[in-house]
């Protein structure tokens, strides 16, 4: 049992570790792509969905890239087209899913070279390819180190913790979605 808890809060933590860098990641190039917002502007319109500081997306891609990496480690080119294809999949349905389910699109690459329905670009996939070899050679074995040094009754509480905050602001993004910055409304709703 203590195993299994500890598996848990492991992975719980590594989920918002990677949707709370992807939420960064998003501001910063959301600033880049627009130099007349300030700073003050995007963290009021926090990027995705959700109204936290996490894009769950980017939780799941570090799950998903972590768990499937550990098999190709010892072939670093299956493992970036392993990226490459796990993400390409993730942000296109993804992309699909929160469209029907919400009427609205978070992202839109159609202006973007070698595109895919404006959902996936061969860009985004290259640097999720990289970033993937990144979590799998440096970021997960860097956390796991840290991560085995905390006590395990600390890291149930700050698993519990982030666990409750964010089903808040799920159930409450189901209710009101974050519809800030760059986020178009499809039709009529």
């Known amino acids: 049992m203590k195993k299994i808890m500890n598996n848990t809060c492991y992975w719980t933590i590594l989920f918002f570790t990677g949707g709370i860098i992807g939420w960064l990641l998003e501001m910063i190039a959301f600033k880049g792509s627009h130099?007349?917002?300030s700073w003050i502007e995007i963290v009021l319109n926090l990027r995705g969905v959700l109204h936290g500081p996490w894009v769950p997306i980017y939780g799941f891609g570090f799950i998903l890239l972590v768990l499937f990496g550990h098999k190709l480690?010892?072939?670093p080119i299956f493992l970036f087209i392993?990226?490459?294809v796990i993400c390409g999949l993730l942000e296109y349905v993804t992309s699909?899913?929160?469209e029907l389910?919400?009427?609205a699109r978070w992202w839109d690459y159609s202006s973007k070279f070698l595109n895919l329905h404006g959902r996936i670009y061969v860009g985004g996939?290259?640097?999720f390819g990289i970033a993937g070899m990144l979590?799998?050679?440096l970021i997960e074995p860097w956390m796991r180190a840290r991560l085995e040094r905390i006590n395990p009754c600390v890291k149930v509480v700050f698993a519990?913790?982030?666990i409750t905050i964010f089903c808040v602001d799920v159930v409450v993004a189901l209710q009101s979605p974050n519809l800030g910055m760059g986020v178009s409304i499809i039709g009529g709703k």
């Open 35 to 37: 130099v007349n917002v």
């Open 73 to 75: 480690k010892k072939y």
């Open 82 to 84: 392993g990226n490459i």
């Open 96 to 98: 699909y899913v929160l």
């Open 101 to 103: 389910i919400f009427n």
């Open 125 to 127: 996939l290259l640097m």
């Open 135 to 137: 979590a799998v050679y």
């Open 160 to 162: 519990v913790l982030l």
